[in-house]
């Protein structure tokens, strides 16, 4: 025990750190990406009272639906905690009244029993705010921010996916979870995709099976990979490409995933002029108001498709300008 | 000699990161998977994996004319992923039961308030399917309102059996 604390202190210090500047940038990114998704979960207001059957969360302590002017508010209050984060200012605060107002928004939206599990999207500004975000560079300030406790997260996060499936029989021969599951979504929630359909004529069971042994193999690396950078970054390029996979076979995205991965980007690494126009009040007020545009013209889930698509180019991108200091 | 505070703040937090994974993974393996909690999706593996069910939603009007649709049609305006646990409601009366009283169900009195004593509740999705039945039909002069839930072969698609029905009739006057 007394060998593993200095290692983990180690690790939390320093395993895996952004620089303040490409936490600037990637502050700006993330904030705008929230704006595209709000409104969220609206849709609650038409869902009649007897569908009312929430998981264990706070709004199960209630014994009828939330009204939906808590809704609203919880709403309003995320856009404002994101202009507040735009602005660069009480990033701790703004960080935390985000997070709370994205539990609280989807706690409502899950009333039904269905629980969509972007909790990294929750989490990012939580971890990212207890360690300040980083400082803009007028400041002065130019440590590197330690943000292990992300990675770690994330790790556990798609573990537990895999663990899941391992529990549950994926692994079993004879049969593929992921078959089932692409026949359940084709014909029982029609989402047909033409990936789909193709496999669904032609793939042989093999192809199933190493679909099912690669799948959990993948999400259970995630808890192996976190602890050394250099092994991390390419699990996370993996991971987007991963998420593609999925997109593709069962029209599922999951962009909050990628968005959280872009955390470790190495967004210093942009030509200067990018980093110095994020800094322009005017640049970011304008990028925040075309998120929110976007948000209330209902256009997130086309937002959403294009992080997942673009996702691995952005990190293929990233991890190739970072190449030496991988391999050193 | 103590380790300085900022190193000790990040222990705790990731000492206490691993206990709300695992509280949350604890209480997904008693009750079910609670929110927040640090959760990917598990997709787990089918008990039987030779069938899937799915859900006829047929609507019989006084004029003798009938009408089925599917549930993205029925539930048509919501996230087609939220459409399967919506349609829970929907489940043959014949499984319905009363609220257990366990931990989970006192502690948290809305935890999975729709799922049980729904047969409490028929005259609310009574007039709920009146309202779908003038959104989709442009009548609300219901006979009957039937859900079956048809239980298919995985690989062909053919019906094996009918997996019950949830049923409201709508009375004359």
């Known amino acids: ?30 904030c705008c990406y929230v704006l595209t998704s ?32 808590l809704l609203v508010a919880a709403n309003v209050v ?76 994330i790790g556990l996060w798609m573990a537990a996916g895999g663990l899941l499936k391992l529990a549950s029989g994926w692994l079993a021969p004879g049969s593929s979870a992921t078959e089932y599951h692409t026949i359940i979504n084709f014909f029982g929630v029609e989402r047909r995709t033409a990936l789909a359909e193709f496999g669904l004529d ?127 | 000699m103590e380790a300085p505070r900022p190193a000790l703040v990040r222990r705790l937090v990731f000492v206490a990161t691993i206990g709300i994974f695992v509280a949350g993974a604890g209480i997904a393996k008693i009750a079910s998977e609670p929110y927040p909690a640090i959760w990917a999706p598990g997709f787990e593996a089918p008990v039987d994996d030779s069938a899937y069910v799915e859900p006829l939603i047929t609507f019989e009007f006084r004029d003798g004319t009938t009408h089925t649709v599917e549930s993205h049609e ?28 366990g931990w989970a169900h006192s502690l948290f009195p809305g935890y999975q308030h729709g799922r049980f004593d729904r047969a409490e509740r028929v005259d609310e999705v009574a007039a709920w399917f009146k309202e779908r039945a003038v959104d989709m039909f442009g009548s609300g002069d219901l006979a009957t309102v039937s859900v079956e839930w048809i239980v298919r072969d995985i690989n062909t698609s053919d019906v094996i059996e009918s997996g019950g029905t949830y049923a409201v009739d709508y009375p004359e006057g």
Not at chain 1, 48 to 66: D, G, H, K, N
Not at chain 2, 87 to 99: T, V
């Open chain 1, 78 to 153: 995320a856009v404002a905690s994101c202009v507040v984060l735009l602005a660069g200012r009480s990033m701790r605060a703004a960080s935390f009244v985000l997070a709370g107002a994205l539990v609280a928004i989807r706690s409502i939206s899950f009333a039904q029993g269905k629980i969509s599990h972007d909790i990294l999207i929750v989490i990012v500004p939580v971890v990212l705010g207890a360690v300040g975000w980083g400082r803009s560079a007028g400041s002065g300030e130019r440590r590197p921010v330690p943000i292990s406790m992300l990675a770690v997260i």
């Open chain 1, 38 to 69: 709000l409104p969220y979960g609206l849709w609650t207001a038409d869902v009649p009272e007897f569908m009312y059957a929430p998981p264990i969360s706070v709004v199960a302590l209630s014994a009828s639906q939330p009204p939906t002017s």
């Open chain 1, 1 to 30: 025990m007394r060998s593993i604390i200095p290692r983990v202190d180690a690790f939390l210090e320093s395993g895996h750190v952004a620089s303040p500047a490409a936490l600037d940038i990637y502050r700006v990114v993330l």
């Open chain 2, 74 to 101: 029925l539930l048509d305006g919501f996230p087609d992923s939220n459409h399967g646990r919506m349609m829970g409601a929907f489940l043959p009366l014949e499984l319905d039961g009363p609220r257990p009283s």
């Open chain 1, 202 to 328: 032609h793939f042989p069971g093999f192809v199933w099976e190493a679909a099912d042994w690669g799948t959990v193999a993948f999400e259970l690396l995630a808890i192996v990979v976190v602890w050394h950078r250099r092994s991390f970054l390419p699990w996370l390029v993996g991971a987007t490409f991963f998420h593609v996979g999925i997109l593709f076979l069962l029209e599922i995205d999951f962009p909050t995933a990628p968005m959280a991965y872009l955390a470790f980007a190495p967004f210093d690494r942009l030509p200067r002029r990018v980093g110095d126009a994020l800094a322009r009040p005017a640049v970011v007020a304008v990028l925040g108001a075309l998120a929110l545009a976007v948000g209330l013209a209902g256009a997130s889930e086309a937002v959403d498709d294009a992080v997942v698509l673009l996702a691995p180019v952005v990190a293929i991108g990233f991890v190739w300008s970072t190449r030496r200091q991988l391999v050193r």
